[in-house]
């Protein structure tokens, strides 16, 4: 374990080269605050000072603000100033014809939780990959209730073949073992999030993440972490004893796929990188001769399942993906609001 107190408050928080990095010399005044919670009307922060409730900007809109963004504010006013580019960053689309919605950013590994029984479903774990990909947050699945099941192993190949090395923990989410399986995602800086249904030990596992260590409460952040302050509130950062941040109830319900431009093939790249080896470049891997999707599914190197899931998909996101965001097929233009 890193010991905190060589990182400055900062770090602690999550800041690193890639937000110091755009702050403008004329900036140097301005100091960087993480949001930590984010309402109708006001948006608290954390900073190397502690919790501030950020004051707005006039024409400042919450709703283009998530838990996890970095912000530059005035020190003296706590005057909101900019946002930082995102790292990472969730967003949904409720509805066809509606607004994308913010959900987290900055997120560095997104948990997506499952438990070694019926709910363990394909289907809905390759959607949660692929809103991580989406996303750019690394995905990790955890397979919960691990001490009630006969063969671990069997759901652990099932979730390993889902995603290239995609990393599969199988735990008990109410043993204290779960937070040292769960360490190499929770370092100094690094923020994490979970999603997975209703029932799975979502919260069981945030309790065992989150449990003060009174020897591990040591630095400058752990005294006036958001706990107990933002109680009301649906999404919130919270620290974890050794140095890592977990949103708590990130929101990510919706399970179709919109607004996915690299995300699907990040899932599916054992289908992807076969498509430059198919005799027709606009091959649809359908019908088509000299297909080399076909070609493995017949010699039993890729599941048909999977392949069918995979066109399902594409084209779900195709449906649902307006078509203004940009011209099918190619990479949709992300407009900058700040
Ligand atoms: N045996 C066992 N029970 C668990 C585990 N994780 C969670 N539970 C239980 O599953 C139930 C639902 O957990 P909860 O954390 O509320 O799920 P959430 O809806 O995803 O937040 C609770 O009764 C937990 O005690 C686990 O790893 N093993
Ligand atoms: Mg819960
Ligand atoms: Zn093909």
């Known amino acids: 374990m890193t010991n905190s107190r060589l990182h400055s408050a900062l770090e602690l928080l999550g800041w690193s080269a890639f937000f110091a990095d755009q702050v403008e010399p004329a900036e140097a005044d301005l100091v960087p605050r993480r949001v930590a919670s984010v309402h109708r009307a006001r948006i608290e922060a954390m900073g190397d000072t502690g919790s501030v409730r950020l004051e707005l900007p006039a024409n400042a809109n ?11 504010a005035d020190p003296l006013s706590d005057m909101l100033v900019r946002r930082l580019e995102r790292k990472t960053v969730f967003k949904r689309r409720p509805e066809v014809g509606r607004a994308e919605q913010l959900v987290a950013a900055n997120i560095d590994t997104l948990l997506i939780v499952t438990s070694c029984n019926a709910d363990f ?11 991580a990909n989406q996303a750019g947050s690394k995905p990790v699945i955890v397979l919960t209730k691990a001490d009630t099941a006969d063969d671990v192993g069997a759901f652990q190949a099932k979730a390993e073949a889902l995603q290239r090395d995609l990393p599969v923990v199988a735990l008990n989410g109410r043993s204290d073992d779960a937070g040292s399986l769960l360490s190499s995602w929770c370092g100094v800086g690094q923020t994490i999030a979970l999603v997975g249904s209703s029932g799975v030990g979502k919260s069981t596992l945030v309790n065992t993440l989150t449990k003060t260590d009174a020897k591990q409460k040591t630095g400058t952040i752990r005294e006036h972490d958001a706990q107990g302050r933002h109680t009301t509130t649906a999404r919130s950062l919270h620290a974890i004893p050794g140095g890592g941040w977990v ?12 607004d996915i431009t ?20 606009d091959c649809t891997h359908a019908h088509e001769p000299g297909c080399a999707v076909q070609a493995a599914v017949k010699s039993g190197t890729l599941a048909a399942d999977r392949v069918e899931r995979w066109r399902n998909l594409v084209s779900e996101n195709r449906d649902r993906t307006p078509v203004t965001s940009g011209p099918r097929g190619n990479k949709i233009v992300r407009k900058k609001k700040y």
Do not use: Q
């Not at 690299?262 to 470049?281: K, N, Q, V």
């Open 62 to 72: 919450t709703a283009d603000f998530a838990v996890g963004d970095w912000v530059l």
């Open 262 to 281: 690299d995300g699907i093939d990040t899932l599916f790249s054992d289908i992807t990188e076969l498509a430059p080896h198919c005799r027709f470049r």
């Open 121 to 131: 479903n394909v289907e809905r774990l390759e959607r949660y990959l692929i809103m």
């Open 247 to 258: 949103i708590d109830t990130p929101g990510i319900r919706t399970l179709y796929v919109s």
